[in-house]
Structures are given as C-alpha cells and as structure tokens.
C-alpha cells in the first residue's frame, strides 16, 4: 500500500478542468489486454445464457434513466467546503472508473468485431452504458464547477495489462461491488432522506442494474471459459483477485470517511456488509470465497490503514528524499505482511459456503 492518506487541495489542469488523482495502487485504472485471445474465445459452453444477456443490453432498459433533472440546479452551493471536496474526489473516482470500463469495453468491440460478433456486441453495449454513467458523473462534477478531461486521460493515464482471465476477475468483481456499493447507498438514503445530500443519489436504483448485469455478462463469460473457474490454479487467482478487490476498497473508503459520514454512514459498517454481499455473490461462480468472517480478516486491514498513516505522516516531513524511502521500508513491509497472511487464510469451498445473518 501507499502513503495515500493525504488530502491535498484539488488542483486543476486549467480552469475549469480538475487534475487527475496521483495514480496509487487504491486509484480506478485503466486496463488493457490479449485481443486476439478474445477474438478467438470459444463461447460454446455457455452461449445460450450469453445470447440471453446480450438481449438484455439490446432492451437498453436505462436509454431515458439519466437526464438531469431541475433538482440538480443549485444543488451543491449550500455544501460546506470539506464536504465539496470529499464529493468531488468521489465524483471523480467513480467517473474515472466507468470511463476506464468504457475504454476496455470499446476497443475489445472494436477489435474483434468481425471474429467474434456476440462478444463484440456486448462489449459494444456495455460501452454504451459505462458511458452514459462516466458523461452523468462528469456533468454532475461541473456543479462544483470541475470536470474530468475524459480526452486527456485516455491519452495520459498508464494501462496495466491484464490478460484476459484476469480482466474476468477484475471486471466481474468491480461490476458486483459497483451493485452492492450503490444498491446500498440507495436504500440507507431510502430510510433517511435528509442524508440526501445531492440528488444523484435518487439514480443509483437503476443505475446498479446496469452493473448488476454487467456482472452476469462476466459470469456467464466465465462459465463458458471453464479453465478460469476450475482447478486449482483458478482458486488461487479467485483469492487474489477478491482480496485485492476488497482490500482497496476497505482502505480507500476509510480513509475518505469524511463523505460516508456527510451521507449519515458509517464507512467501516457500509464496507463490512458490501464485502460480505459482494463475497457472497461471488460464490455463485468463483470456486472459492473469502472467510471474510476471520477474527483477523479486518484486524488485519487495519493495520494496513495504520501503516498508512505512518506513511502519510513522514511524506509530509521535511527530511530528505532518501530518509523518507528507510523510514516508510518497515511500513510498506508490515503492509506487505499482513496482505500474504490474509491471502493465506483458509478460503471458503463456494459449494459449501453458508452465508452469515447479518
């Protein structure tokens, strides 16, 4: 993990237009894979549930969802600043995420388009929405008078290649977090209004489907790719993937608290029962699950936070460069430590999983 604790004050690339978030290992990336791979992908084994899918994204149930409605005018001028601040890296967190989908999604229709039309047409329609959800959150960042520049992200960000197996992990994993991240937030503002701080959150009932079947779409595309959910090779990346997953977003959360609290939550609460939902879908198609219910799993995790709290503490000293990198060794190691024994806790068999009442 990274010294990512601090807050620095938002920045703009010119006026208007915020600067992109320093990259860390709890920052939206954008990825990039083996298009030839997927061109060639065998969708035999499950292709009637995928041609089901693609009828979904063909019905295009959100073509009217996201219009910006009156409510939005004015909206955010009776924030006070911290709150602004902390919505706006929200914002922009979440925008840069569905832009990176959107991105992946768009170049794999693209590519192998003529080779393997049914896959491409889901990646085509899944760029669609991913779209929709980046443009609504960048237009809602403009009430806080910032935008994203979407163009200079494509161009400037870093890619990180991921073959495709682990593009299945990861976007099946961020597709059902999205859906239990969102699903949740809607329903607490559901029961408690006057958290409604801001009136994007009256779309996230809708728009948590389109994740939601997102999420199906890798499923299925997992099932018809037997090799990445059988054997014990595949348990191995199942684990690594869910713990990566659920790591960044634990940490990152809390320590962006401050917009959970302005929504009436608590970000360890909201995190807790959106892993354990999240750990739970998974067991529908993963081989294996977290034991996410682990005397150590979260104590563990916050001593990550911990650590990167020391780390923040001594990047924001005036000692050299040099001082700096032996003094945060131990802190990066400890990370590093408690990391590996989380991954080595026992995991759960899905075919036996019983969910905890929660």
Same mark, same amino acid.
């Given at each position: ?18 600067? =992109?978030? $320093? ?40 073509? $009217? ?98 073959? =495709? ?31 409604? &701080? ?27 790719? =037997? ?23 634990? &940490? ?43 005397? $150590? ?32 060794? =131990? ?28």
């Amino acid at each position: 993990m990274v010294d990512s604790l601090q807050k620095p004050e938002l920045e703009e690339l010119r006026p208007g237009i915020k600067a =992109p978030a $320093k990259e860390t290992i709890l920052t939206p990336r954008f990825y990039t894979t083996d298009f030839e791979a997927m061109a060639k992908m065998d969708l035999s084994p499950n292709e009637d549930e995928l041609r089901a899918i693609l009828e979904e994204f063909r019905a295009d149930y959100n073509r $009217k969802h996201f219009v910006r409605t009156p409510e939005f005018d004015g909206s955010a001028d009776d924030m006070d600043p911290e709150t602004k601040k902390v919505f706006v890296e929200f914002l922009e967190q979440s925008c840069t995420s569905e832009f990176s989908g959107f991105l992946l999604y768009k170049e794999l229709s693209r590519r192998i388009k003529n080779r393997n039309p049914l896959l491409a047409e889901c990646f085509e329609l899944m760029a669609r929405d991913e779209a929709r959800h980046a443009g609504f959150l960048n237009k809602s960042m403009s009430d806080f008078n910032l935008q994203l520049d979407l163009g200079f992200l494509t161009a400037n960000k870093k890619y990180t290649y991921f073959k =495709p197996a682990y593009i299945f992990y990861a976007t099946y994993l961020s597709e059902k977090i999205g859906y239990w991240r969102y699903i949740t937030i809607f329903r607490h503002l559901e029961q408690h209004p006057e958290y409604r &701080i801001y009136p994007i959150f009256k779309f996230f009932e809708n728009w948590c489907q389109d994740e939601n079947r997102h999420g199906d779409f890798f499923d299925a595309l997992m099932k018809a790719q =037997p090799s990445t959910v059988r054997g014990f090779i595949a348990k191995l990346w199942c684990r690594f993937f869910l713990l990566a997953v659920f790591a960044t977003m634990y &940490i990152r959360d809390v320590q962006r608290k401050e917009f959970y609290e302005a929504l009436g939550l608590d970000a360890r609460e909201y995190d807790r029962l959106v892993i354990a939902k999240t750990n739970e879908t998974s067991a529908r198609v993963f081989p294996v699950v977290l034991d996410v219910d682990h005397p $150590k799993f979260y104590d563990r995790l916050e001593t990550c936070i911990n650590n990167n709290n020391q780390l923040a503490a001594i990047e924001a000293t005036g000692a050299p460069k040099p001082v700096k990198v032996l003094r945060k060794l =131990p802190y990066y190691l400890s990370n590093g430590l408690q990391l590996l024994k989380l991954y080595l806790i026992k995991p759960l068999e899905s075919e036996k999983f019983q969910p905890a009442v929660r």
